[in-house]
């Protein structure tokens, strides 16, 4: 009798089907959790990408709307404003805004120079495009990533041009990303409406309120 029992039970175990589902999700879940997570990740990315081509333009065109002429305070304002468009991303602790005046040489018309440049952010890096310099020692032709340069017209007239680097903060890991990248964006606007593009103080401003860029603080 037992003998007969045995093969009947073992048929009734082979037959029964209720964990599949159960053991089929177990299986399946690694790779769902994976394309999940991947996913979350990629899109982040493009989010942070696009978040920084933002702050480049906002920045760049609120200085070039400043009218008469431009000051420190007026300088530190563009600079809060863009920094706050990035902060879902935590621009400010992560990434850097170069803001730059650039202009035509009036003693050799084919060449460029910038006037001033102010920074804000805390990420130390400088200007991959040129610092600010003297008018007759500059051999600057244009400004930008090669492929993509700008040069400022016939003076009084000026460019602003905005250079933004920021580590990318992963929402889960840099992995499905290849790594830990760094996002660089620039933005430039011609100025309107200003023909003095020398860069005051008439705040007052001490030396830690300017937006130097030798000052790598949130």
Same mark, same amino acid.
């Not at 299986?27 to 979350?40: C, K, Q, R, S, Y």
């Not at 008018?135 to 003076?155: E, K, L, Y």
């Given at each position: 009798?037992?003998k007969?029992?045995?093969?009947?039970?073992?048929?009734?175990?082979?037959?029964?089907?209720?964990?599949i589902?159960?053991?089929?999700?177990?299986?399946?879940?690694?790779?769902?959790?994976?394309?999940?997570?991947?996913?979350?990740?990629?899109?982040?990315?493009?989010?942070? #990408?696009?978040?920084?081509?933002?702050?480049?333009?906002?920045?760049?065109?609120?200085?070039?709307?400043?009218?008469? /002429?431009?000051?420190?305070?007026?300088?530190?304002?563009?600079?809060?404003?863009?920094?706050?468009?990035?902060?879902?991303?935590g621009?400010?602790?992560?990434?850097?805004?170069?803001?730059?005046?650039?202009?035509? /040489?009036?003693?050799?018309?084919?060449?460029?120079? #910038?006037?001033?440049?102010?920074?804000?952010?805390?990420?130390?890096?400088?200007?991959?495009?040129?610092?600010?310099?003297?008018?007759?020692?500059?051999?600057?032709?244009?400004?930008?990533?090669?492929?993509?340069?700008?040069?400022?017209?016939?003076?009084?007239?000026?460019?602003?041009?905005?250079?933004?680097?920021?580590?990318?903060?992963?929402?889960?890991?840099n #992995?499905?990303?290849?790594?830990?990248?760094?996002?660089?964006?620039?933005?430039?606007?011609?100025?309107?409406?200003?023909?003095?593009?020398?860069?005051?103080?008439? /705040?007052?401003?001490?030396?830690?309120? #300017?937006?130097?860029?030798?000052?790598?603080?949130?």
């Amino acid at each position: 009798m037992l003998k007969r029992m045995v093969p009947s039970a073992l048929r009734g175990l082979a037959a029964n089907s209720s964990g599949i589902a159960f053991t089929e999700f177990a299986l399946a879940l690694p790779v769902l959790l994976t394309l999940g997570l991947g996913g979350l990740e990629i899109a982040h990315y493009a989010l942070a #990408i696009q978040e920084c081509s933002q702050i480049a333009m906002t920045a760049a065109d609120n200085a070039s709307r400043v009218r008469i /002429s431009i000051d420190e305070t007026d300088v530190n304002d563009v600079l809060t404003g863009a920094k706050l468009v990035g902060t879902n991303i935590g621009f400010a602790a992560n990434g850097r805004i170069i803001l730059s005046d650039l202009e035509q /040489s009036t003693s050799d018309t084919t060449k460029q120079w #910038i006037r001033w440049q102010r920074c804000s952010g805390a990420k130390n890096v400088t200007s991959s495009y040129g610092t600010p310099n003297a008018m007759s020692s500059s051999t600057m032709t244009a400004m930008g990533p090669t492929g993509n340069q700008i040069a400022a017209t016939t003076a009084p007239t000026a460019v602003m041009f905005v250079q933004v680097s920021y580590a990318y903060q992963p929402l889960i890991s840099n #992995i499905w990303i290849g790594g830990a990248r760094t996002i660089n964006t620039t933005s430039a606007f011609n100025v309107r409406q200003r023909t003095d593009q020398t860069l005051y103080n008439t /705040s007052n401003l001490s030396t830690s309120q #300017i937006s130097s860029c030798s000052t790598f603080s949130a």
